[in-house]
């Protein structure tokens, strides 16, 4: 976990190929920056490898500030810069999740056009999809 987060948190680790984020919002700028910079050199350890998805796990809330949204495409413009494209991303958030209806489209949105982009009510439903992806661009 990132200390002193300001109000959500987000921790990570990577099994076989496929990164996986826990998050825990409302998010803020700071929280996201501060991932951004813990992170960078386990994205890109993983990158180094070869193809790799991403499974990002919603509890409590999705809420994400505007700057919290800001930081994040800056993130994924980094991302295509350096060629850390994950090759499948899914998004899981239980249907009371706070913010699940107003925030997936936003996120589906952002993704358009970086790397393909599906949401999951069931972790189990969205990890067999990321590891099909994966399996399929081996």
């Not at 501060?34 to 790799?52: E, K, S, W």
Request: aromatic share 12%; charged share 20%; hydrophobic share 50%.
């Amino acid at each position: 976990m990132i200390p002193h987060a300001p109000r959500g948190h987000i921790t990570a680790h990577i099994a076989d190929r496929v990164l996986f984020f826990e998050s825990t919002g409302p998010f803020d700028g700071e929280i996201v920056e501060a991932v951004i910079r813990a992170y960078r050199p386990l994205l890109q350890r993983l990158a180094d490898g070869g193809p790799f998805a991403h499974v990002s796990t919603f509890h409590r809330s999705m809420l994400a500030t505007p700057d919290a949204l800001e930081a994040f495409d800056q993130l994924l413009g980094e991302w295509r810069r350096s060629g850390l494209a994950p090759i499948a991303n899914a998004y899981v958030a239980a249907a009371d999740i706070e913010g699940r209806s107003l925030m997936m489209p936003i996120f589906a949105n952002v993704f358009s056009g970086f790397s393909p982009f599906r949401e999951f009510d069931r972790f189990d439903a969205a990890e067999a999809w990321a590891r099909q992806q994966l399996a399929a661009a081996c």
